[in-house]
Nanobody, 123 residues
Framework: QVQLVESGGGLVQAGGPRRLSCAVSGLISTSGLGWFRQAPGKGREFVAATTWDGGTTDYVDSVKGRFTISRDNAKSTVYLQMNSLKPEDTAVYYC?????????????????WGQGTQVTVSS
């Protein structure tokens, strides 16, 4: 059974860093993985994605240069390093497994999701 468990959320001041982790179990190492977020009153938004080896990544324009997705297959963990956080980054962040081994922005192509972790950025 595939399980994804996010951690690392919390309250952070604007301009500060935060690293999210997603522990993955029951997953083959060739799966693509992604991060999405959902702010209050808004739909789920793609944030970042990576191939199974981390060799190819993709980011939504609003986080390029500030966020970095990476994965450690030996630890079965994917990370989202977030720097220079802004109040508009406040959201519940979810990691998810892509059915395809490619970076992918379509939520419908992700079939397993974690429960989410709240990130709140104060101004």
């Amino acid at each position: 059974q595939v399980q994804l468990v996010e951690s690392g959320g919390g309250l952070v001041q604007a301009g500060g860093p935060r690293r999210l982790s997603c522990a993955v179990s029951g997953l083959i190492s060739t799966s693509g993985l992604g991060w999405f977020r959902q702010a209050p009153g808004k739909g789920r938004e793609f944030v970042a994605a990576t191939t199974w080896d981390g060799g190819t990544t993709d980011y939504v324009d609003s986080v390029k240069g500030r966020f970095t997705i990476s994965r450690d297959n030996a630890k079965s963990t994917v990370y989202l390093q977030m720097n220079s956080l802004k109040p508009e980054d406040t959201a519940v962040y979810y990691c998810a497994r892509n059915k395809y081994p490619i970076p992918d922005r379509l939520a419908g192509d992700y079939d397993y999701w974690g429960q989410g972790t709240q990130v709140t950025v104060s101004s």
